[in-house]
């Protein structure tokens, strides 16, 4: 099953890496293709890459796992261990892992000689269903998360589900929460399968991929519709914040963030408010959020020193169904 983005196709299936091969031949004359993952996905997948890839010279740069890896530090090595291992600007670049390999390798791809093909193939279910797409990499600074980056289009990306099964189930629910996200904000079938069922299948993957192909392409920059991706993230950044990116993994914060934001929409007339129990309940059955949970007030010092927020007021994602959301503006004190 293909996806088609502007510039890049997305290649959806059960066993896609079979033809992972084929299609860089349709477009690579040259022999040697560097591959930047992280140590456990190296572990588990080397050899695999080797087979699948067989005509080629690979060339591995494997980094630590975990958000650290998204540092200048590591991107500058892994820079210049590419440099250093004769990689050319006419070569090729694989980001083989989650979200924070996607984002690493985007960036050098983006950055390096000014500018490298390269290809996502993501391993997690959050990067399969969110990361890999949208064109957004980048790193983080010591002052924030995602400051330094780039909007920079791989040739294409390849998500096959089979790779989520060496993934930790913690793992796993943290794509579950971006899932539901984008039921709620733009497909109700979507969200509906959760109410329902633990593991998801291609078909899912692709009505979530197409809910951030559909925003994405009205808003490529992140200029306008795209906001609406940000359902739940507000108050999920700051829950991060809060607890140093320690305690709370992404999908969960914003699993708070989304009750958070439900919460408040219903005090602005904008949610129904049968929403807030059922979300709740979903969340919960996935073992995304437990009580006690968060209160506004609680986290309000967080989103006033958020560096990407402009002033007191700043836009604000609300549903106003199952499926449909609105972009409204909110000032700090108004909550
Ligand atoms: N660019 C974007 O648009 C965008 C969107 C959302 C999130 N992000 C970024 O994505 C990052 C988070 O991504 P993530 O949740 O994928 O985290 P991650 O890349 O850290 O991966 C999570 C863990 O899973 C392991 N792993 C990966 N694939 C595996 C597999 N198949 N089997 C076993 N283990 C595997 C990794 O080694 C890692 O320990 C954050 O940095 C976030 O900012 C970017």
Known sequence: MKLKMKTYDIYVGEYEINQLETYIKSFYQYKDIYIVT???????????????????????CVVKPGETS??????????ENLIDLNMKRNHLLIALGGG?????????????????????????????????I?????????SGKNLLGSFYDPKFVLIDPTF????????????????????????????NFFKSHEKVT????????QVKRDVVLKDPFDLNERLILNFGHTFGHAIEKKFNYETYKHGEAISYGM??????????????????EDVKSVLKKHHLIEEPYFKVKDLVEYIKTDKKHMANTFHFICLND????????LKVGEF
């Open 322 to 329: 199952i499926g449909s959301s609105v972009i409204t503006n």
């Open 259 to 276: 009750l958070l934001a439900i919460k408040i929409g219903i005090a602005k007339k904008i949610t129904p408010a049968y929403m807030y």
């Open 70 to 79: 998204k540092s200048f530090k590591t991107y500058i090595e892994t820079t």
């Open 134 to 142: 949208g064109s957004k990499v980048g790193i983080d600074l010591k």
């Open 164 to 191: 989520l099964k060496t993934l930790s189930d913690r793992e796993y629910r943290q794509g579950i929460a971006e899932m539901i996200k984008a039921g709620l904000i733009a497909n109700k079938e979507l969200y």
């Open 202 to 209: 291609k078909n899912e993957i692709l009505l979530a991929l």
């Open 38 to 60: 992280d140590e456990t996905v190296h572990h588990i997948y080397r050899d695999l890459m080797i087979e699948k890839l067989s005509q080629f010279n690979l060339h591995f």
């Open 100 to 132: 924070v390999i996607g984002d690493l390798t985007g960036f050098i791809a983006a950055t390096l000689y000014r500018g490298v093909n390269y290809i996502q193939i993501p391993t997690t279910l959050l990067a399969q269903v969110d990361s890999s």
